[in-house]
């Protein structure tokens, strides 16, 4: 435990109250996730970080003080807490700010019996902050922190390597787990993994700069924190408006709803409607606020065109120069999230952007061995599996790679029997409608009684470039 | 073979041990980020309108307080310039202050809303009061029960609640979309991972959702949202001078006959409320923040959590997590 060295944060009453809340507003707002082992000290860690930046309430500060010393793990623990009463382990949301950003943290529970909750916290995470602790390295729990985050395309991963005052701040135990992280990061195509060494109980190197670790002259935990980029600034995919709604009040006000997937739109750029692809030009952006003259990514917008265009939910209006692509046929990436496992042939509804279609398994062509980083042959996927499936829907998805666009990558299983949420899907590849149809004139029947080996069958076919179809010869 | 079926390469962003040889790369459009507020925003209106989107009958919570306050304005931005296409309901347990139904009814009839009033005439007639039955069952009756009842009665299958996960410990947890089974209850278990904004709102028959579009807002953003956009609010929020029983810390409204003080008690104190609810259990505070500007600067120097002033979730630790499972919001 770690002594109380400062009061409670109280602001100058005289201090200029419209100023602070003008600097509020240049703020922008960064999501991270957070996963660690039990006792890596996580919630040290978090605990650590809302405190030094003065963020917990002082109600709650004095509620977790014993002797002059706070128990930082449980400012925030509320995880803990349900482990031993048995109540809700889950991904729990927690808010602070600095004077240069606010932050969403979705603190995660790291086993593997929780990979559900880890792939829901990062999926909307800028950055990741997986925990090591420095007695140790990385475990195979580490690898899966690293490999969920790497997966759900999280652009920046934090490694803490924490409890750094029980190595006696070893410079050498440091380069050694940095180097291994270095090396898992390449493995899993981390594009940026970041090594910090911390003591989440001391708070060398959380919020402040330690001068235990003389050796390190990089920024601490919040530094980093507050100054990488948001995910969605790294996305490069043109204009994306998913429509939601059309809002039509009257004769003259015709306009779609929804929230900008990805890009910036302007007043007269040409956009096309799909899947319709009639061509015209924005209008104007209307809001509450009066029409802009730009918008973009996340924004939600309603966007009025030049011509009349057939458009209702679940169409997208998108850039002419880079529209998405029509996919009724994809390779995805699944985390199974439902206790009933995951079978080729099975069919659920599949939500992507605003339209929900129905989706058949045609494959599943590998599960993850997280610990080894491994793909293995499988012909399920259990609860918290993570696999690689082929898909088909019933209509074309207008989507991006996963990589390309996260909002239009994405897309959620739903269980039409009891309309649980079954899995959480990235798009890897899109088989093309007019790629899969290429030039072949013999048509060929084949009946088989064996869903593994006609999906095999399929495959080989599919791979050679033939256009297959499969259907029900008899009733089930 | 990586598993991710894409090619980056990791060397080029990699930072080393002196960390920060690499900086992360300056936002393309940074004079045109959007601020914290923008983005929570957008996200507020993209869930409201997904709820109209795919439910048949949703309803909008109104509790008259801050936080419906905002909510409400953001469904208006959500569907402008077209009308918002659903009903407000207000859950009155009969113990409401009388300056908020006066500021409810003056307030929607100006925006030409439609609002749906609820009140569980029997336990009222019974005489229903905290005092009598303790705030558990009270509250059990007028709000819990009121509300199922008339969700039930209009056969409202999605109701938006204006509840934020930084209030208190149990909401940290809390859907976005809250599934409630056919009694309308919420099985802490049995609730449906939300990843990225796709929002599962597949129901079968009786079952319906409880949707927070707040839930990622602070109180303080609450706050500077009202300020910014100049949204009206119920006058007891503002500090003035108000005839109060002063116990211990507690300043306790004098509104209903049972709040009866001891001889002293009755004074005039210059207060505010925090949070407003039923007049017999939510205490005032000591202050003299008249102004948005001064409430703002007041909440940043307590940092008290909101909810200590509320006299319902004291008498047993963890109680909201006990009446959100039986269907409170
Ligand atoms: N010496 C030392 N102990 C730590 C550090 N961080 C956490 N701990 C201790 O490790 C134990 C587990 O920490 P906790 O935050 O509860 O771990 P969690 O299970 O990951 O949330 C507690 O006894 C902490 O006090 C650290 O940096 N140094």
Redesign the interface.
Known sequence: MAVLENA????E?E?D??Q??EA??????LRFSTAGSVDDGKSTLIGRMLYDSRS?????VKSVTKDAAIDFALLTD?LRAEREQG??I??????F?TPR??F?IADTPGHEQYT??M??GA??ADVAIVLVDARKGILDQTRRHASIA??LGIP?VIAAVNKMDLVGFSEEV??QH?QSL?KL????????????PVSALDGDNVVHSSSRTPW????TLLELLE????AI?KSHAGFRLPV??V???HQD?R?F???IAAG?IRPGDEVVALPSGVRTRVRSI????GDLQ?A?A???V?LTLEDEADIS?GDMIAAVNAPPRKASRL?A?LVW?QSKPLRPGATY?L??T?QTVRARVVQIR?R?DVEH?Q?IPADALDLNAIG?VVLETSRPLLAD?Y?EN??TG???L?DPA????AG?GMI??IVEAAQRAHGHGALALIAIDNSALAAQLEEHLLDAGVLVVRTRLTER | MGFTGEVVSPGAGFSGVAGFEHPPEKPELSAARLSHIQLLEAESIHIIREVAAEFQKPVMLYSIGKDSSVMLRLAQKAFHPGPIPFPLLHVDTGYKFREMLEFRDRYTAELGLKLIVWRNEQAIADGANPFALGTQRCCGLLKTQALLDGLKAHGFDAAFGGARRDEEKSRAKERIFSFRDAAGQWDPKNQRPELWNLFNGRIGPGESIRVFPLSNWTELDIWHYIHLEKIPIVPLYFAKERRMLVRGDSLIPIEQPFVKGLPGEEQWVKCRLRSLGCSPCTGAIRSDADTLPKIIAELMAMRNSERANRVIDHDQDGSMEIKKREGYF
Do not use: C
């Open positions: 409670v944060p109280v602001i009453p201090q109250i419209e602070l809340l509020d507003r240049r703020k922008d707002l917990v309430y002082e109600d709650t509320g109540i809700t889950d991904v729990a949301y927690r808010y700010s950003r606010k969403i559900r909750n792939a829901t999926s909307t790497a997966l920046v440091f380069e940095r270095q990061a390449r493995q899993l195509e981390i594009p940026e993994l970041i090594p910090v390190y002259d990089g920024p100054t990488v980029p948001l600034e939601q709604r809002i039509r009040p006000f306009g709803a929804g929230q910036t209307s809001t509450w606020d730009v973009r996340p924004q939600s309603t939910r390779e990436t999230m509804l939500k992507h605003t590998s993850l980083l793909q690689t790679l990589r996260r909002s994405s897309f959620i739903i009891d309309h649980a949420t959480a890897r590849d």
